[in-house]
């Protein structure tokens, strides 16, 4: 498979690639840890994925909902759907796509609604409000700064390391205690985690990403 921009994709022509005598099949997508990348790194493919899955979940979830209190309505949520929404959301959450991101939105509007048993045309909004819980941008934003904090704290081994592009000088800068953004010409290089993650924590105050403990940290943002 490859992977570019639609304009990109449209000035490669035909080829096949050959290894040891066997030629390999061509995909517009592959599921690859879970994730369901195309061609494009539209995300549409996986979302659709995922969406079929929660809704599978919330569909046994309204057959066996008379018998369960409340809470255990929303424990069942939180261990058996909030997992797929959230898993790898840094990769491919948000990505400039509203219409994408507002179709996972929907998903966890109907779960709140199904726990609270409000009609069906009720306000997902009050739902999510009711239940105390994040909307799902809001969670993968957490997730991109918890991210961030960890590769900058060590706490994670990645193969980007944001401890190198600090802005190292002596001048009182707004921007000193900044990590540098990359370089991007294209609102599709600006899509790419390490751009959005940089931005976002450079936007916290230079206390809060100075916590010295990830729970002291995630309470700020």
């Not at 449209?10 to 096949?16: A, I, L, R, T």
């Not at 809704?55 to 069942?76: A, K, M, S, V, W």
């Not at 751009?195 to 936007?203: R, S």
């Given at each position: 498979m490859i992977i570019g921009s639609s304009q990109r994709l449209?000035?490669?022509?035909?080829?096949?690639l050959q290894i040891?005598?066997?030629f390999l099949d061509k995909t517009d997508c592959y599921k690859y840890l879970g994730v369901i990348i195309n061609e494009t790194l539209s995300w549409g493919d996986h979302v659709d994925y995922i969406s079929t899955k929660v809704?599978?979940?919330?569909?046994?979830?309204?057959?066996?909902?008379?018998?369960?209190?409340?809470?255990?309505?929303?424990?069942?949520?939180?261990?058996m759907i909030l997992p797929l929404l959230d898993y790898s959301d840094i990769v491919w959450g948000d990505k400039h796509n509203k219409t994408l991101m507002a179709k996972v939105q929907l998903l966890q509007g109907k779960a709140?609604?199904?726990?609270?048993?409000k009609a069906k045309h009720?306000?997902?909004?009050e739902a999510i409000n009711?239940?105390?819980w994040l909307v799902l941008s809001e969670r993968r934003r957490q997730h991109r700064l918890s991210?961030?904090?960890?590769?900058m704290h060590g706490l994670i081994d990645w193969n980007f390391n944001?401890?190198?592009?600090?802005?190292?000088?002596?001048?009182?800068?707004?921007?000193?205690?900044?990590?540098?953004?990359?370089?991007?010409?294209?609102?599709?290089?600006?899509?790419?985690?390490?751009?959005?993650?940089?931005?976002?924590?450079?936007?916290?105050p230079v206390s809060t990403r100075n916590s010295n403990s990830l729970d002291l940290f995630m309470k700020l943002v």
């Open positions: 449209k000035s490669v022509g035909k080829f096949s040891c005598d066997e809704n599978q979940r919330l569909g046994i979830l309204r057959r066996i909902r008379h018998l369960l209190p409340i809470n255990t309505r929303e424990l069942y949520v939180k261990s709140a609604k199904l726990i609270l048993d009720s306000s997902a909004t009711e239940l105390d991210f961030v904090f960890k590769c944001f401890t190198h592009l600090r802005e190292t000088h002596p001048y009182n800068t707004r921007q000193k205690d900044d990590v540098l953004l990359p370089k991007s010409r294209s609102q599709w290089g600006q899509q790419r985690l390490t751009y959005q993650a940089i931005k976002e924590w450079n936007g916290l």
